[in-house]
């Protein structure tokens, strides 16, 4: 069963802005803690980007604060991410994940990747 949609990835210029959303199913949006976007580029590690708590508590990597914007629809169980001013750095696939707790351990379930290209 796919539980976790992401969509909104493409190919933008530097400086251009992307939105990215996760559509969860009911029962993970309500049962977990914590929901957010991970990225990985070829090479690289997997790193956090952001992350959000139900409890509201808000994490951003270093290297996107001032930028991007993570942000939930309880309505829709969708989790959204606000990319402005994107860099060629931040090309990656992008992943939405959610779980008990944000580090990777605690994730119990990801979605497939949208992949984001940015030229300069």
């Known amino acids: 069963q796919v539980q976790l949609v992401e969509s909104g990835g493409g190919s933008v210029q530097a400086g251009g802005s992307l939105t990215l959303s996760c559509a969860a199913s009911?029962?993970?949006?309500?049962?977990?803690?914590?929901m957010g976007w991970f990225r990985q580029a070829p090479g690289k590690e997997r790193e956090r980007v952001a992350s959000?708590?139900?409890?509201?508590?808000?994490f951003y990597t270093d290297s996107v604060k001032g930028r991007f914007t993570i942000s939930k629809d309880n309505a829709e169980a969708t989790l959204y991410l606000q990319m402005n001013s994107l860099k060629p750095e931040d090309s990656a696939m992008y992943y939405c994940?959610?779980?008990?707790?944000?580090?990777?351990?605690?994730?119990?379930?990801w979605g497939q990747g949208t992949q984001v290209t940015v030229s300069s």
């Open positions: 959000i708590y139900s409890g509201g508590n808000i």
């Open positions: 009911g029962s993970i949006y309500s049962s977990s803690r914590c």
């Open positions: 994940a959610a779980g008990q707790w944000c580090g990777e351990g605690g994730i119990q379930h």
